[in-house]
């Protein structure tokens, strides 16, 4: 089955940037989509469309697109970005959506 | 607004069944293609099903295959999961979101937890 692959963890100190990166074989391909997930919370989509960002996302959030691998970025990190993110995108024929395993954030 | 409010979680036994449903509102229903996603303790996010918006397609994750079905009632603006067969490895949180037109998953509901233990 196809495997959407994200790094366990991302640290950056409050102000820097995070990247947070996802690669699946399908990518040149699919869309990606970016989630944030606080505990015990829902999902929030951050980033459509590999660069689209939703009304009321902040602008520090951005998405990019190469080949293979997709990534998050956030721009002057806060403290209330600490969460986790999750990439998902579909398969080479669309039918099947799949999410990366997550990566935790953590401001420093 | 946009509302999905999910119910029907609850303890259930290995090799028992489950009907989940989820309530949308603040939006036309019958418009869209809505999914089930679920989310294990501590674990991420897994993608479980969808279901076209006159309910003429239907796709799960191999691992639900042959025991979950999705269905729809656009008249009652209403989603649902029966879950058969339930293993240990069903217990989640089970989500229910709307697929935007864009693509992804726009709006969540809050989710029901389903746990499978005897």
């Known amino acids: 089955s196809y495997e959407l692959t994200q790094p366990p963890s991302v640290s950056v100190s409050p102000g820097q940037t995070a990247r947070i990166t996802c690669s699946g074989d399908a990518l040149p391909k699919q869309y990606a989509y970016w989630y944030q997930q606080k505990p015990g919370q829902a999902p929030v989509l951050v980033i459509y469309k590999d660069s689209e960002r939703p009304s009321g996302i902040p602008e520090r959030f951005s998405g990019s697109s190469s080949g293979t691998t997709v990534t998050l970025t956030i721009s002057g990190v806060q403290a209330e970005d600490e969460a986790d993110y999750y990439c998902q995108s579909a398969d080479s024929s669309g039918t099947y959506k799949v999410f990366g395993g997550g990566t935790k954030l953590t401001v420093l | 607004e946009v509302q999905l409010v999910e119910s029907g979680g609850g303890l259930v036994q290995p090799g028992g069944s489950l009907r989940l449903s989820c309530a949308a509102s603040g939006f036309t229903f019958s418009s869209y293609w809505m999914s089930w996603v679920r989310q294990a303790p501590g674990k991420g996010l897994e993608w479980v099903a969808n279901?076209?918006?006159?309910?003429?397609?239907?796709y799960y994750v191999d691992s639900v295959k042959g025991r979950f079905t999705i269905s729809r009632d656009n008249a009652k603006n209403s989603l649902y999961l029966q879950m058969n067969s339930l293993r240990a490895e069903d217990t989640a949180v089970y989500y229910c979101?709307?697929?935007?037109?864009?693509?992804?998953?726009?709006?969540w509901g809050q989710g029901t937890l389903v746990t499978v233990s005897s």
């Open positions: 279901i076209k918006q006159d309910g003429s397609e239907k």
């Open positions: 979101a709307r697929d935007s037109f864009s693509g992804g998953n726009d709006y």
